[in-house]
């Protein structure tokens, strides 16, 4: 398990199974492709759901949402890789 900084310098560990602060940002130009394989590749699976996640998360940004400040890091080159980072509105 690793941990994750935010740019406002809060620390939290990365999710290591379903999580609340992590989500997956799947480009629209890649959903497309992402379901059909979902609905070919993995044809008569005994387990859709879990391939269905598996090409979610293999294919998808894992991105985070800071317990603390709210700010939404995108990881768009992995968890090794730098973050986008982006600070919610205030007030809203
Ligand atoms: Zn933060």
Partial sequence: MGTI???GGHTFADAQGPSRIL???IPDVDLDAIAKDMATK?????DPGTD????????G????????CGRILVFHKGLDG???SFV????Q
């Fill in 42 to 46: 993995h044809q008569g699976s005994e």
């Fill in 5 to 7: 900084t935010c740019p």
């Fill in 88 to 91: 919610p509105e205030q007030g």
């Fill in 61 to 68: 940004f894992p991105t985070y949402k800071c317990p603390v």
């Fill in 82 to 84: 730098p973050a986008d």
């Fill in 23 to 25: 989500y997956w940002v």
């Fill in 52 to 59: 269905a996640a598996f090409e979610v998360t293999s294919r």
